[in-house]
């Protein structure tokens, strides 16, 4: 039987719409107005509030408006100052000093000072965070000579490009006072976080809002605009739609509504649906395998399963278009390091039933080869769907598959702290270089539970030393043959499949000025974004 959208659809995935109920919009202002609520739509929620714990978007676009990173990317994508006003490293990139903000408060009155970047790089970043973990595998030390210095010693290079790039998603600091007693991962802090931000923290009411109000103190000064910001969890994306068209909400970052809505209010007068501002956040849809299994071990059945599915087809058909294949976890609109290859498996159903032969798992009754399970953790609408479409793709070549239906938060435990799955389906989200947050999902040794990060039961010792060379490589041109010989290995290896290169999409109500003017403006501050009144 062929894969269409209907049959998707009547398996329970649908793509819902919604009323539009219009709404007038004010004149332009030209002077900026000072007061009111943005109000932002989030499609999940992940249970915590920190991002020197959990590098997600979904953590980000809350957190980055109440606690701020060193540096940030600014117009172009050049990187501007934050936390830190300038840096400088020595020529074998083993020294990076930060010279850090002087008057600058915490939310709770005390000041900001190097022993607070100190403890976030060596306790949090270091040990805990999913990408920091890789990132920051050689920084030995944090000296602290004074308390607007800073200075990041390590043991192999670290290209400062790199890390400059790393440090806008990977490098948010937090109160050392805070968090120094007791146990970091269980401090309340996690969830109703102190920050240096533009917004303190005020309430969080899980699985409906969080609110975060105008800090007063702002080192920047006369900002922010806003009074207030809310957050509201909609899981309905369709109602979400609807929240945004009666302007219950002026906001849904990351793809946060159905395709079909998304398509539709391009062509809307009254919103702005665009890649504006996302343009450092490049994703990609994820097939992640758990090589622990005792089929999914042998790297023929995994590239078989890729043969199996018809990644074009799902594209043009299920996702409007929006995107296109994948040739690696590298994407081409990264050209310092994309290498040109080929899509390494194109659909192919009697390869991949061949390859499942050669492995020895030939169909038996009924015609299937054995069974597995797929957990989609739940990103966006496109997930659920993926899962689906693959489900009824390996059908197709003998392969029964059951869908596990959880929330995201159950959904990432099972992954990544338990490793109670088969096969998952997600995103992968790509930051400017591959060291920042693509290398971890092929390198070993990050922690158990780390979200994001290779719990896949796979190593490979050529893979780790590549990713090692190629993050301490200070030639631009080395580095990118590195990552190419890197590509090929874990395209032939395959322990996580990046089947699509997409954008993201943000609708963003036109009464919203100051916005998407930054390559990753959804996970920034939004200090100068005011709203039009009313």
């Not at 649908?14 to 202002?29: H, I, R, V």
């Not at 595998?137 to 290209?159: C, G, H, K």
């Not at 994306?237 to 009666?246: D, G, K, M, P």
């Not at 050529?462 to 060379?469: G, R, S, T």
């Amino acid at each position: 039987m062929p894969i269409t959208r209907r049959h998707l659809l009547l398996s329970g995935i649908a793509l819902g719409s919604a009323a539009n109920t219009a709404l007038p919009l004010p004149a332009l202002s030209q002077e900026p107005r000072r007061g009111g609520v943005l109000t932002i739509h989030l499609g999940s929620e992940q249970r915590i509030l920190n991002p020197a714990l959990r590098a997600s978007t979904g953590v980000y676009v809350i957190t980055s408006k109440i606690i701020e990173p060193l540096v940030d990317l600014g117009e172009g994508g050049k990187i501007v100052p934050v936390l830190a006003e300038s840096w400088d490293a020595t020529p074998d990139g083993k020294t990076v000093t930060f010279k850090l903000r002087s008057g600058v408060q915490w939310h709770d009155g005390k000041p900001f000072t190097a022993a607070d970047v100190q403890y976030s790089a060596m306790e949090q970043w270091k040990k805990h965070l999913n990408y920091g973990t890789t990132l920051q595998l050689y920084l030995d030390a944090v000296e602290t000579p004074d308390p607007q210095t800073a200075i990041f010693r390590y043991s192999r290079p670290m290209p400062l490009n790199l890390l400059l790039r790393a440090l806008c998603d990977l490098g948010y600091v937090v109160p050392k006072h805070v968090f120094e007693s007791g146990n970091v991962l269980e401090n309340p802090a996690n969830t109703a976080p102190i920050g240096t931000g533009p917004f303190k923290f005020v309430e969080y009411q899980r699985g409906q809002y969080v609110i975060a109000e105008r800090n007063p103190n702002y080192w920047r000064q006369g900002f922010p605009y806003l009074d207030r910001i809310v957050w509201r969890f909609i899981t309905d994306r369709s109602a979400a739609t609807a929240a945004l068209e009666t302007g219950q909400v002026q906001i849904s970052a990351y793809n946060g509504l159905p395709l079909a809505d998304i398509d539709r209010l391009r062509k809307d007068s009254r919103f702005e649906v665009s890649t504006r501002g996302v343009e450092g956040n490049v994703f990609n849809n994820t097939l992640e395998f758990n090589t622990r299994r005792k089929e999914l071990s042998d790297k023929r059945v995994r590239q078989a399963i890729a043969h199996a599915v018809d990644v074009d087809f799902f594209l043009e058909n299920f996702l409007y278009g929006l995107g296109k294949r994948a040739t690696g976890p590298i994407p081409s609109l990264s050209p310092e390091f994309f290498p040109n290859n080929a899509v390494p498996y194109p659909y192919d159903k009697a390869r991949a039933e061949k390859l499942l032969d050669e492995a020895g798992y030939k169909r038996g009754a009924g015609g299937i080869r054995f069974s597995l399970k797929i957990v989609p953790i739940m990103n966006g609408e496109d997930v659920p769907l993926l899962a689906t479409f693959i489900q009824q793709s390996l059908q197709q070549v003998g392969i029964r598959v059951e869908i596990v239906q959880l929330d995201i938060a159950g959904a990432l435990s099972a992954v990544y702290r338990d490793w109670n799955f088969d096969l998952a389906t997600g995103w992968h989200q790509y930051r400017g270089d591959p060291a920042v947050s693509t290398t971890v999902w092929y390198r070993s040794g990050s922690p158990k539970g780390s979200p994001w990060t290779n719990q896949f039961g796979w190593q490979s010792d050529k893979v780790d030393q590549l990713i090692d060379q190629a993050a301490t490589e200070l030639d631009p041109a080395r580095r990118k043959a590195l990552y190419a010989e890197f590509v090929a290995a874990v395209n032939d290896e395959l322990p996580v499949w990046m089947l699509t290169e997409r954008p993201f999409y943000t609708a963003t109500s036109k009464r919203v000025q100051n916005h998407h003017n930054v390559p990753r403006w959804d996970s920034g501050d939004a200090h100068d974004t005011w709203i039009q009144a009313g």
